[in-house]
């Protein structure tokens, strides 16, 4: 059997997220995993570095420009579409038909230096074994500018983007499919890793062990979301570096 504390997710479920008093994982209950696949906005970085504010507003500036909306309603659509669509550039492509490689050049054409290199977590990824994946919605070349910024390129075999899933974004099972079919990813023997909790249930479904990293700004856990959070952690460098002696 997995790892998989059986009992922690009724807490999930009952308590609000940030009071969770979850122990923390524990290196035995990965030691079976080979791929290891990682969000990237908000996951590998920092929420706290606004990287991705700046990715909203542009968002919300497309529509304007695109609909002629005010600030204000182009806002509460973007919010809308992301509910509703899983992300904004669902939403336009299925309600405006938008042309989603116009749209997602011009909302990732943001300044990253806010992004700073991030040598422990670089450490920490390092002493991990297996192979290391990133799965974004986003697109190759945001994640390729990030990435870099972070100094952890090298640690990656590839990312996935969201050409890669056909523009179907994550909660979307069917990036998911596409992601263990294009790598060969044995779902039983891989783990991912994401600060949006929506996006972990399709991962858990295909048989993967999901760790939840809160305390980002889209860090809603909803009940039906509990049981396919297997681990919940607040600070990613020190949960790999704690699953290795030499990292961290
Ligand atoms: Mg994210």
């Known amino acids: 059997m997995r790892g998989i504390d059986k009992a922690a ?46 990715v909203e507003q542009r968002m919300a500036r497309y529509i304007m ?98 050409v890669a899933i056909d523009f179907q974004p994550k909660p979307n099972a069917a990036g998911y499919r596409t992601l263990i079919e294009t790598y060969a990813i044995e779902p039983r023997r891989a783990a991912m890793i994401e600060d949006m909790a929506r996006n972990l249930p399709p991962a858990a479904a295909l048989g993967m062990t999901t760790i939840w990293l809160r305390g980002g700004p889209h860090d809603e856990v909803e009940a039906h979301h509990a049981g396919a959070i297997h681990h919940t952690i607040d600070d990613l460098t020190e949960f790999l570096g704690a699953l290795t002696p ?3």
């Open 9 to 54: 997710p009724v807490r999930h479920i009952t308590a609000a997220p940030m009071s969770l008093t979850d122990s923390p994982p524990r290196a035995h209950s990965f030691g079976h995993i080979e791929t290891w696949i990682f969000d990237l906005d908000n996951t590998l970085y920092p929420s706290s570095c606004r990287l991705y504010v700046e």
């Open 65 to 162: 420009d695109e609909l002629k909306l005010d600030l204000e309603g182009a806002h509460a659509l973007r919010r809308r579409y992301f509910q509703e669509h899983g992300t904004t550039l669902r939403g336009l492509m299925n309600e405006y038909d938008v042309e989603p490689r116009h749209f997602l050049d011009y909302v990732h054409e943001i300044d990253v230096s806010a992004v700073q290199p991030a040598p422990a977590l670089g450490r920490a990824l390092a002493a991990l074994p297996g192979r290391k994946l990133v799965f974004t919605n986003g697109t190759r070349i945001h994640a390729e500018r990030v990435l870099d910024r972070l100094e952890l390129s090298h640690h990656f075999a590839a990312i996935h983007d969201i």
């Open 246 to 248: 030499a990292g961290g």
